[in-house]
């Protein structure tokens, strides 16, 4: 079945820590995008990314980063830089003028 | 810039009653509008979609939802609600021709009681 893949469901990072977040698509979308998620807050975008080995800062990208080597794969990394980096991060993909999927999300918590 | 206001962060419906749920959004161009639902710790599922054409817009699970320009509203509307739409619903706003590129709403939660 084709979907997007977020991986790990839950992950804890240590303060000071940098951890990466994992995304996979198999529907041969061209663009992908990164979520973050709090609550009263709906979803903000971090990066997003067209096409391979291009991608742009979304909203709130500070402390966050990303690479597209892979039309498949669009890993974010939450660096020591991100002050507060605990939330919901979801990762979407689409193609043209069609709506997003997304993904099932990760929960950070800095412990 | 666009931006998007969802009235009431929590509506607590009865089943079988109606549910409204309120969506304004501010946008410098014709936007690309969209409801999503998340349910408890999942990502979200594409609920309707309004891009040209008909203002009335259908989609999944009974829902609908009609887009008026004059009052740039998007209200999402189910004339009887199930146990099942217990969930969290986000209005979301897309200007470019990725419709990925999304400004959402805070969203409004939805109880249903029975």
């Keep these: 079945d084709g979907g997007i893949t977020q ?10 820590q940098n951890v990466t977040l994992s995304c996979e698509q198999n529907l041969n979308h061209d663009a ?4 973050r998620q709090d609550p009263g807050q709906g979803l903000r975008l971090i ?4 096409i391979v080995n291009d991608f742009q800062k979304g909203d709130i990208a500070e402390g ?22 605990t939330a919901f991060y979801l990762c979407a993909s689409s193609i043209g003028a069609s709506e997003a999927f997304f993904g099932q999300g990760t929960r950070l918590t800095v412990v | 810039a666009q931006s998007v206001t969802q009235l009431g962060s929590h509506v607590s419906v009865s089943e079988g009653a109606l549910v409204l749920l309120r969506c ?4 410098s161009v014709p936007p690309y509008l969209f409801w ?3 349910y408890p710790n999942q990502g979200l599922q594409l609920l309707l979609k309004y ?7 259908k989609g999944i699970n009974g829902f609908e939802a009609e887009f008026k320009k004059s009052e740039t509203s998007f209200h999402l509307t189910k004339p009887s609600a199930h146990m099942s739409d217990a969930a969290e619903y986000f209005c979301a706003v897309s200007e470019s021709d990725s419709w990925g590129k999304l400004q959402f709403g805070a969203g409004t939660q939805v109880v249903v009681t029975p």
């Design chain 1, 7 to 16: 991986s790990p469901k839950y992950l804890f990072r240590k303060e000071g």
């Design chain 1, 32 to 35: 992908m995008y990164w979520y």
């Design chain 1, 47 to 50: 990066y997003y990314s067209q």
């Design chain 1, 64 to 85: 966050y980063s990303v690479s597209r080597e892979k039309k498949e794969s669009f890993p974010l990394t939450v660096t020591s830089a991100q002050k507060n980096p």
């Design chain 2, 24 to 27: 304004n959004y501010s946008s």
């Design chain 2, 36 to 38: 999503y639902v998340q």
């Design chain 2, 51 to 57: 891009t040209t054409g008909a203002t009335l817009v």
